[in-house]
């Protein structure tokens, strides 16, 4: 029986990855075995079946058995291990979470419903490294796949709202105990209605400029504000992230050679694990609505095509609503007014899902079908 080797379960990646992997009843037909830096030894996760104690993350020895290993531990441990076991003649699979090995000639960027081709064509050529691409790329393509496949992108941009989660899981906390600083401070002005609305702003704003007001992960406050910045920043006055928008989407669609010009602005927002993006598309073919309507609707199972009207827009375009599914809503389509050929559009995808786990989840699927 194949075995395959879990490193970085207990995060918040891979305990989405063990969560879906659970829920779509997907621990059968291989052997686990799941590795950790610090818990070595101790029982390992509830998975529905009877798992070893957990392996020590750098025993190479034992790593060096597995058939495929699945790292959703981060850059730094893949930048250690990965060359490490390489060295040694290790030959298996590694899919990874981690951005470190996305742009090397020798990995694919997995995102399946959008690039299957690229990744069954890697597999018969011997590829062995499939990488999950950045998160906002990955829910970008899921949304907006339809117009990819018919080469009716001749540019975009993409504005982002990223979620907290995307900054990990102290962020997360921070972004709440920030809601409630603020919250617990302006309590008594909140709970006399009759209280002056221009004493409640200044309330709320003389906390958050406070030096006690809590920044520690984020460097400013993020509740009741936003942060116009993600990721390090890049020669081109991008940030790294929005760097990742153009050669990510184009690599995942195997077109680095004629790629489409995609660029934008990344911004950090008070949601909790769903990022949301507008687009500004060039079209290649001036086509109606409708029929943008029609190719995004049908590319895959998950992206959702909503109509341009308030009440829907209100309640499926929500991180309050998507989060926790796999459902990719995309809408606000309409032309812009720009002249022909210019669309808008807007997109709200769990960016622990499609943007993490899910396609990782998936590749260890396609694997095991085909080493079967
Ligand atoms: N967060 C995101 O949105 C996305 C992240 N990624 C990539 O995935 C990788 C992992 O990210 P993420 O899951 O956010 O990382 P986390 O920081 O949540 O987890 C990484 C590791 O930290 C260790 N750890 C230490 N303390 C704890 C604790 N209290 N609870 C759980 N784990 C703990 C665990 O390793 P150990 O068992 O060895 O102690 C865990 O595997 C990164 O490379 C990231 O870039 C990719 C797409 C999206
Ligand atoms: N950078 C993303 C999250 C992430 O982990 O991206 P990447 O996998 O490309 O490093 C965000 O902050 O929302």
Same mark, same amino acid.
């Given at each position: 029986m194949l075995k395959t080797g879990f490193v970085g379960w207990r995060g918040m990646v891979g305990s989405v990855l063990m969560e879906r992997m659970r829920a779509e009843g997907d621990f059968k037909g291989f052997e686990p075995l799941f590795f950790s830096t610090s818990q070595a030894g101790q029982a390992g996760p509830d998975v529905g079946i009877d798992v070893p104690p957990v392996a020590d993350a750098f025993d190479y020895d034992l790593l060096k058995s597995m058939d495929i290993i699945i790292s959703c531990q981060g850059g730094g441990y893949t930048e250690k291990c990965y060359p490490e076991l390489r060295k040694t003649g290790w030959n298996g699979y590694w899919i990874d &979470? &981690?951005? $470190? #090995?996305? %742009?090397?000639?020798?990995s694919v960027i997995i995102l399946d419903p959008v690039n299957r081709n690229v990744i069954d064509k890697a597999l018969d050529n011997g590829v062995k490294d499939y990488v999950g691409g950045n998160c906002t790329v990955s829910l970008m393509l899921m949304a907006l796949g339809g117009l990819f496949e018919k080469n009716l992108v001749e540019w975009m941009t993409s504005m982002t709202y990223q979620a907290a989660s995307g900054a990990g899981a102290n962020n997360m906390r921070e972004l709440v105990n920030q809601m409630r600083v603020i919250g617990t401070d302006a309590e008594a002005l909140l709970n006399n209605p009759s209280s002056a609305i221009a004493e409640l702003d200044r309330q709320v704003i003389s906390c958050m400029r406070a030096?006690? !007001? *809590? $920044?520690?992960? !984020? +460097?400013? *406050? #993020?509740?009741a504000s936003l942060i116009p910045w993600i990721d390090r920043p890049m020669e081109s006055g991008q940030t790294r992230e929005e760097w990742k928008g153009f050669v990510e989407t184009n690599k995942i669609l195997g077109r680095s050679d004629n790629p489409v010009p995609i660029d934008g602005l990344c911004v950090r927002i008070g949601s909790m694990r769903c990022h949301s993006q507008a687009f500004t598309i060039r079209l290649t073919k001036d086509i109606p609505a409708n029929e943008i309507e029609s190719l995004l609707a049908e590319h895959n199972d998950w992206v959702k095509v909503i109509p341009n009207e308030k009440e829907i827009s209100m309640q499926e375009l929500s991180p309050a609503k998507v989060t926790g599914t796999l459902a990719v809503p995309v809408g606000r389509i309409r032309k812009l007014n %720009? +002249?022909? +050929?210019y669309i808008t559009a807007f997109s709200v995808g769990d960016q622990l899902l499609w943007g993490a786990a899910e396609p990782l989840r998936r590749m260890l699927g396609i694997l095991l079908e085909r080493l079967a």
């Open positions: &979470a &981690a951005s $470190t #090995l996305r %742009m090397a000639d020798h030096e006690s !007001f *809590p $920044t520690e992960y !984020f +460097g400013v *406050p #993020l509740a %720009m +002249g022909q +050929g």
